[in-house]
């Protein structure tokens, strides 16, 4: 069955790259102006400083069939950073193959693909003003946008949806020397799928376009910073790893 997606409070330029990203899963993108209702029977997407829950509930809203839709809600929040269409895409492809070359079970390997495309859903409940700034954040202001991991955690248990990925949303800006956020844990008391998840975030960032930057790092200025940071703020085994089975080469 083809679902409408309703997408509020979006630009034509947004509603374009949710329709090619929802090419293949049988949805129809219909962008809602801000004031209006969304139509009948919808699956309801926010968009811009529309409400978090709204975004939410179209999780749920899916039913038995929610990937599509998580796609298509981790594309709106990377669009909203400017973020390339096909970004979210990218990082759940690197999470399974890392999953598969650490012999993660089929499971596992689900819930981490689950958690690449929720990992920021948190920073819906950030402002533009600050989520967007080009300059440097204040503390305030840097404080309010490290709140997004453990916003991204609570918004997805107060709905009761995708429970299996709660940790690695909350924990995936934790540091393995303990340097992270938000509760500065350290080595094994970090989550696994969180210390996978901070690799995967961190190589992604740099490795693709951002808004705060006018260019982006090559595979291998990664890797030198992986290495460089092998067991203070990544895993050391978990970066042996990602670098020996070459995650982030091949075909895209």
């Not at 400017?82 to 079970?105: H, M, N, T």
């Not at 934790?174 to 509760?183: H, L």
């Not at 982006?216 to 067991?231: F, P, S």
């Not at 203070?232 to 091949?250: C, N, Q, S, W, Y």
């Amino acid at each position: 069955m083809i679902k409408r997606i309703a997408v509020l409070n979006a630009d034509g330029a947004l509603c374009q790259a949710l329709a090619r990203a929802a090419e293949g899963h049988d949805a129809i993108i219909v962008a809602v102006p801000p004031g209006e209702a969304p139509p009948p029977g919808a699956v309801v997407l926010a968009a811009g400083s529309a409400p978090a829950e709204a975004a939410l509930d179209a999780a749920r809203a899916a039913g038995a069939e929610p990937e599509g839709v998580l796609v298509l809600l981790a594309d709106a929040i990377a669009c909203r950073e400017g973020i390339p269409e096909g970004a979210s895409e990218r990082v759940r492809r690197y999470a399974l193959r890392f999953a598969r070359a650490l012999g993660l079970s089929p499971e596992e390997q689900f819930s981490l693909e689950r958690a690449a495309l929720l990992r920021d859903i948190g920073k819906i409940r950030i402002p533009n003003e600050i989520l967007l700034k080009k300059s440097v954040l204040d503390y305030d202001e840097w404080t309010l946008l490290q709140s997004h991991a453990a916003l991204g955690a609570e918004l997805l248990a107060e709905r009761g949806i995708c429970r299996d990925v709660l940790d690695a949303v909350r924990y995936h800006h934790e540091c393995y020397d303990g340097d992270g956020y938000p509760d500065h844990l350290e080595k094994d008391a970090i989550p696994l799928p969180a210390r996978i998840m901070k690799i995967l975030d961190v190589y992604c960032a740099m490795t693709s376009p951002r808004h705060y930057r006018p260019t982006h790092c090559t595979h291998e200025d990664a890797v030198v910073h992986l290495k460089n940071e092998r067991g203070k703020h990544f895993d050391p085994h978990l970066t042996d790893v990602f670098i020996e089975a070459r995650i982030g080469m091949g075909a895209e």
